[in-house]
Each structure stands twice: as structure tokens, then as C-alpha cells.
């Protein structure tokens, strides 16, 4: 059971726009900035948004996040094929340590 | 520019000791830039944190390993280690190091990871 909430899976077309939801708490989310990471099938995470809505430099503009109170959001517009692949939120929580979501797949149809 | 490389068994028995190494290059292991983390993952599942170390010893670990689970720094050797003490089949995973950024906390540069498998 991981502290984040995440859908298990979400798809799209190519072109289309997809968004991940991810819900905390107060401790984590709501006190504390947000990061994305994608898991290429096979690979280690790579970040894609820190600090709830900021991109490093490499990853397309297609990548947007947002926070709303305990709730964050992980945006991808112009789905590609090579988008597939597994999406993790994570947090700082007020317990001192890092939290997780579970993880969504993301299929291209 | 900076990696990270994990080392370590990939067999390790029930009830024993899980020692891995990650290799720091391309920049200090005493850097102030930094903390330096673990994370791990069942395999077929999601991340899970372990914890992460500060360069001049200051630790954070995940509340539910923290009675199990100790990172070190050698800044001899430019290294930080896992210990993780009393393994199960449970703590069967891939297992990475990574960079953790001192401001917003996210993991900026990870290793390949390293699988352990805990099995007799």
C-alpha cells in the first residue's frame, strides 16, 4: 500500500493529451513540493518534474505538473509512442523519509 | 559529469546481512551539493525509499526498514554503502543509488541498479 495514490494505468493515443493524478496528505503533498519520475521498461527512473512543476533541462516542454493542496498532477500533450512507460509521484513527508505512489502504466494505444 | 555505479551480491541468504556499494564519479562524495540515496524495487513493483545520508553523516530512513537498514559514507574510496541486516524473500529487488538534490529532495541522477535476489 504506498502513502501516494495513483491510477494503476492510463492510455492514449498518439497526439492526445493524458494526465496522472497522484493524491497525498497534508504531511507529504500538501506541506512538501512534488517530483515525477518515468521508468522506461528495463531502465533505472529518470526525473521528469521536480519541485511540482519544473522541468530539467532534456525533458520536452510536452512534460508539465501541477499541485493543487494534497493532490498533484503530471500532464503529457502530444502523446508519442516512446512516452510508454511507468510514472512514479514522490514527496518529501513530514516523517523525514521519501514517499511514493504505487506507480502508473502508461499505454500508447 | 556525475554517475553512479551499484555493487554488491546478487545472492544473498534468508536472516543474513545485504551489503552493496555505489561508486560516485564525476564529483565528490563530500560535496555539500548532495545527499546521497537508496531506493529499491520488487520485482514487477513500484519504488520504495531506503533512506539517504548527508555527507557529513546526517541519515533519513524509511520508517520501515529504519531497525534493519544503514548508510555509510567512505570518502576514502568515494563511496556510500547499504547494510541492510535480517533479509527475507521480501527484500528480493532491484536495488539503485542515487543523487538526491539538498532543495526539493528528488532523485537527479541514478545508477543502472543491481538485482539481489535473497534465497537459500
Known amino acids: 500500500q504506498s502513502v501516494l495514490t495513483q491510477p494503476p494505468s492510463v492510455s492514449g493515443t498518439p497526439g492526445q493529451r493524458v494526465t496522472i493524478s497522484c493524491s497525498g496528505s497534508?504531511?507529504?503533498?500538501?506541506?512538501?513540493?512534488v517530483n515525477w519520475y518515468q521508468q522506461l521498461p528495463g531502465a533505472a527512473p529518470k526525473v521528469l518534474i521536480y519541485?511540482?512543476?519544473q522541468r530539467p533541462s532534456g525533458v520536452p516542454d510536452r512534460f508539465s505538473g501541477s499541485k493543487s493542496g494534497t493532490s498533484a498532477s503530471l500532464a503529457i500533450s502530444g502523446l508519442q509512442s516512446e512516452d510508454e512507460a511507468d510514472f512514479y509521484c514522490?514527496?518529501?513527508?513530514?516523517?523525514?523519509?521519501?514517499?511514493f505512489g504505487g506507480g502508473t502504466k502508461l499505454t500508447v494505444l | 559529469q556525475l554517475q553512479l555505479q551499484e555493487s554488491g551480491p546478487g545472492l544473498v541468504k534468508p536472516s543474513e546481512t545485504l551489503s552493496l556499494t555505489c561508486t560516485v564519479s564525476?564529483?565528490?562524495?563530500?560535496?555539500?551539493?548532495?545527499?546521497w540515496g537508496w531506493i529499491r524495487q520488487p520485482p514487477g513493483k513500484g519504488l520504495e525509499w531506503i533512506g539517504s545520508?548527508?555527507?557529513?553523516?546526517?541519515?533519513h530512513y524509511s520508517p520501515s526498514l529504519k531497525s534493519r537498514v544503514t548508510i555509510s559514507v567512505d570518502t576514502s574510496k568515494n563511496q556510500f554503502s547499504l547494510k541492510v541486516t535480517s533479509v527475507t524473500a521480501a527484500d528480493t529487488a532491484i536495488y539503485y543509488c542515487?543523487?538526491?538534490?539538498?532543495?526539493?529532495?528528488?532523485?537527479?541522477?541514478w545508477g543502472k541498479g543491481t538485482s539481489v535476489t535473497v534465497s537459500s
Open positions: 564525476g564529483d565528490s562524495v563530500s560535496t555539500t551539493k548532495y545527499y
Open positions: 519541485n511540482n512543476n
Open positions: 545520508i548527508y555527507y557529513r553523516g546526517d541519515t
Open positions: 497534508s504531511s507529504n503533498i500538501g506541506s512538501n513540493t
Open positions: 542515487a543523487e538526491v538534490g539538498i532543495y526539493f529532495y528528488y532523485m537527479d541522477v
Open positions: 514522490a514527496s518529501w513527508d513530514d516523517s523525514l523519509n521519501v514517499v
